[in-house]
């Protein structure tokens, strides 16, 4: 005697399962451009890796007899799969079924998807799409009562950022706790057009008298209330891709730098780029124009492994470029002031930015290399009302606790409490100055009608007093003046950035895997 009788019932339920919503919810699904979740796990993950967890899960539907008829499968898939040949918890809302409402769904699944990722030590990543949360106000007249909220699992969630790479795509509209559970990772994405992340959506923003003026058409709606140009832009989500392809491949990127999990170390990669290579563009990149700027971008292009450069979070806290690049295949994170926005002064929404992703540097173990040019935290009236001053200390407190390896290349600029934020005087600086170098406790030229007011009042040229000033000056302020001094500790070619940069990345690589 077999099982045979059981396992056709088994294959029958999986079938069931695989239908997801229904034809006509999936091709509906597919309709409005979107990959239905089957098919997002299959491609993102590395080919055929996906072993589902949970497959027949769902709501049976039985006759009078209790023979099964049907079944409404789980709104939630999960599994064990691979990305890069390493082991991940893969997960995907189906939004075929009540538009991936919880409480169309069990609540375990994805509690348990949470669970796996942080007690085997796996990698995260939540492809989001619809509520997530807890359904309709027709679940109250099924349940009979009302309840006070409460997120089954939620503790999972914020022990998986504290212990593994956590990775969310918000694939569709994504309000509630889906909205939730998109924020609540170290790297996000938005596809767009397709892509909306709300507390709530629009019909209930409009049902609660909010005084929003909402276009007419339900799609404008949605991107008005919640879409990328929000956002992207106001650090909700890190970065947005044109296409579900562009999601996964930046997804799958982004571990490629990262640790499996807090305790492991990243992994180098073969670098074909020569580790002596000196740029000859790098020598007349800075202005000699202290107003003019230039592209810092095309500085990390020059200086890291040729095609590592992953920057993360482009659209908001425009002042300083975060990302993720190698040298001499070891990844380091990147911090690197823009002098094309705002002059590079950081201002709140950049210091934010900068405390984030110098915290995830140091949970994940990776070195630290601070591109700088920086005249300050932004200074007027609406830098005062954002906070500047209390994000840019929040943002300098973050540099002084990390205890992962940072070298610091002072480009240009570094003034005032934000030039001390670029690094910490309190331990060994590993820091090189270009010899466009310019620093002190506020700009030169921000100062010298005020300090020297009294010699340009008795003179009879004042004009000419103060250029006379301002070349004595010139010479005062000289980088080689502090260089003598010791206050910096070397002053390079810029075309010697790489190389020594990369002498960095191996003593640093080198220190942490004696950790």
Not at 41 to 55: N, P, Q
Not at 99 to 108: E, L, S, V
Not at 237 to 247: C, G, K, M, N, Q
Not at 479 to 485: I, L, Q, V
């Amino acid at each position: 005697m077999t099982w045979e009788k059981e396992l056709e019932e088994l294959r029958r339920r999986e079938a069931l399962a695989e239908q997801m919503g229904g034809p006509d919810k999936v091709a509906r699904q597919h309709s409005r451009g979107k990959m239905d979740a089957r098919a997002r796990l299959a491609t993102l993950v590395d080919d055929g890796s996906f072993r589902e967890i949970g497959k027949i899960a769902g709501k049976g539907h039985y006759d009078e007899n209790g023979d099964l008829q049907g079944v409404t499968p789980a709104p939630f898939l999960f599994g064990k799969a691979l990305i890069n040949g390493r082991p991940v918890v893969a997960t995907a809302d189906d939004f075929t079924i009540r538009g991936g409402a919880a409480d169309a769904g069990i609540a375990r699944k994805m509690v348990q998807a949470e669970k796996m990722a942080h007690e085997l030590k796996l990698p995260i990543i939540r492809m989001i799409d619809g509520t997530g949360g807890g359904g309709s106000v027709k679940t109250l007249e099924q349940i009979g009562a009302t309840y006070i909220p409460a997120v089954p699992g939620w503790g999972d969630v914020v022990e998986n950022l504290d212990t593994v790479p956590v990775v969310a795509l918000a694939l569709g509209p994504t309000a509630g706790l889906g909205a939730a559970r998109t924020v609540a990772s170290h790297y996000s994405i938005m596809v767009r057009g397709l892509s909306q992340i709300f507390a709530a959506g629009p019909a209930v923003v409009d049902a609660m008298g909010s005084q929003y003026e909402q276009p007419k058409d339900h799609n404008e709606a949605k991107e008005s209330l919640g879409g990328a140009d929000i956002h992207t832009r106001n650090g909700v989500v890190d970065d947005e891709v044109t296409s579900e392809a562009e999601a996964f491949a930046r997804a799958r990127h982004f571990l490629s730098f990262m640790p499996e999990h807090v305790g492991q170390l990243a992994r180098r990669s073969n670098c074909t780029d020569p580790v002596h290579r000196r740029e000859e563009a790098l020598l007349s990149l800075v202005p000699r124009d202290a107003r003019a700027v230039y592209s810092m971008r095309r500085c990390l292009e020059m200086v890291f492994d040729q095609g590592t450069v992953f920057e993360i979070g482009r659209m908001w806290g425009r002042a300083a470029i975060t990302a993720l690049a190698r040298l001499d295949g070891w990844p380091v994170m990147v911090v690197a002031s823009d002098p094309s926005y705002l002059g590079g002064s950081w201002e709140a929404k950049t210091s934010e930015k900068v405390e984030r992703f110098v915290k995830l540097a140091d949970q994940f173990r990776l070195p630290i290399v601070h591109l700088v040019d920086n005249p300050g935290f932004m200074i007027g009236r609406e830098a005062e009302m954002a906070g500047t001053i209390r994000y840019g200390v929040n943002a300098m407190n973050a540099i002084y606790k990390a205890s992962v390896p940072l070298a610091s290349v002072v480009l240009r600029r570094a003034y005032g409490i934000a030039g001390s934020a670029m690094s910490n005087a309190d331990r060994y600086q590993y820091r090189f100055c270009w010899p466009s170098g310019d620093w002190g406790s506020l700009p030169i030229a921000g100062g010298l009608e005020v300090a020297y007011k009294s010699e340009l009042e008795a003179s009879d040229d004042p004009e000419a007093e103060l250029e006379a000033i301002k070349e004595r000056l010139a010479k005062v302020t000289s980088p080689f003046r502090s260089a003598e001094r010791f206050n910096v500790e070397d002053i390079i070619d810029p075309r010697d950035t790489r190389p020594l940069l990369c002498e960095f990345a191996g003593l640093a690589w080198r220190k942490l895997q004696s950790e």
